[in-house]
């Protein structure tokens, strides 16, 4: 039983007409669809992502009105976007630091880390992005509408980095429970890092781990990440994890039904949220591909309170 790699990341924005714009204007990411929070129908939860919205392509947003958040250990430290080639990462250095240079933007040089070529910024609330050249492996699915090339776009999540306090209890659920495989350490920017993969592993199906015991322990809020979910490719093993997370005392939120995949939720020793979704069904299960994200969507339990939800969400532009 094996999860195949990294499904979607959840972060956190105070500004999402912002963000719409950050992500859709200048990354060039598609917003396949634009609905709420399922927890607190008071917030978006917008879903960026490449041209056919495919599993393991989701950068998604709850919308909170939250403070920044406060940087520190047991946390999600940095979310990997994969392109090919290093001509992509020239394009993108130019295209962040020509906008960085009117808004703010903190945007790094290209450089190799961990045998790749990388390109790290951040996005005006903070969120800490880094674009990683993955070779052009795999399949791609360029969205035609991008203001990006085709050539040069994001292709799907990469590396995603935690930052904790105690490595051994985070190696242990990940190889023990979770089924990885700790293949290699790296040194980074003073850091020991330790690479844990999933499935056929590559930069879509890595975790990256750096143990700082001398931090706070990160305070989420506006920039930060709120999880980070594992690929699982159907029903049945979906229902597998639950029974193993069971057998094995992890406490766990039980399975739950986001009608465009399902959902299981547990925390790691260090206290980071996973999920493990699976696959299926998808964005196109209540709107034509053509047209994903064009309008609000809402899962069938919160149909009939569609009149309540619009009302209570402000204006995207």
């Given amino acids: 039983m094996q999860l195949t790699g990294i499904h979607h990341l959840t972060a956190i924005s ?48 709850f919308d909170f009105p939250a403070a920044p958040e406060r940087r520190g250990t047991n946390s999600i430290s940095r979310t990997g976007l994969r392109v090919a080639g290093e001509k992509s ?11 960085g240079a009117h808004s703010g933007k903190i945007v790094g040089d290209v450089i190799e880390v961990d045998g790749r070529l990388t390109l790290p910024f951040e996005d005006d609330e903070g969120q800490r992005l880094v674009l990683v050249d993955d070779g052009g492996a795999g399949s791609a699915s360029p969205w035609e509408k991008s203001p990006v090339p085709v050539e040069h776009q994001i ?3 990469g590396p995603i980095v935690l930052t904790v306090h105690e490595l051994t209890r985070t190696a242990f659920v990940l190889t023990e429970v979770m089924n ?3 293949v290699r350490d790296y040194a980074a920017h003073g850091a020991h890092i330790h690479v844990f993969e999933m499935g056929e592993g590559g930069p879509a199906a890595e975790l990256h781990v750096l143990e700082q015991k001398d931090v706070p322990v990160a305070h989420q809020g506006a920039g930060g990440v709120h999880h980070v979910a594992f690929r699982t490719p159907d029903e ?29 939720y547990f925390r ?8 493990i979704a699976t696959d299926g069904p998808g964005f196109a299960t209540d709107e034509p591909m053509a047209t994903l994200g064009e309008k609000l969507a809402l899962p069938p339990f919160l149909e009939p309170r569609r009149a309540e939800i619009e009302a209570g969400l402000k204006p995207l532009g």
């Fill in 14 to 61: 105070a500004k999402p007409r912002e963000n719409l714009a950050f992500y859709t204007g200048l990354l060039g990411m598609r917003l396949v669809k634009k609905t709420v929070n399922q927890d607190d129908v008071s917030a978006y939860h917008l879903f960026y992502a490449d041209g056919e919205a495919r599993p393991g392509t989701d950068l998604t947003f």
């Fill in 89 to 99: 990462l020239g394009f993108w250095r130019d295209r962040l630091k020509s906008a």
């Fill in 155 to 157: 292709r799907g999540l």
């Fill in 180 to 182: 990885m495989r700790q």
């Fill in 236 to 264: 049945a093993q979906y229902h597998a994890w639950t029974q193993r997370l069971r057998d094995l005392g992890v406490p766990n939120s039980g399975e739950i039904d986001r009608f465009y995949f399902r959902s299981l």
């Fill in 268 to 275: 790691e020793p260090n206290g980071i949220l996973f999920e």
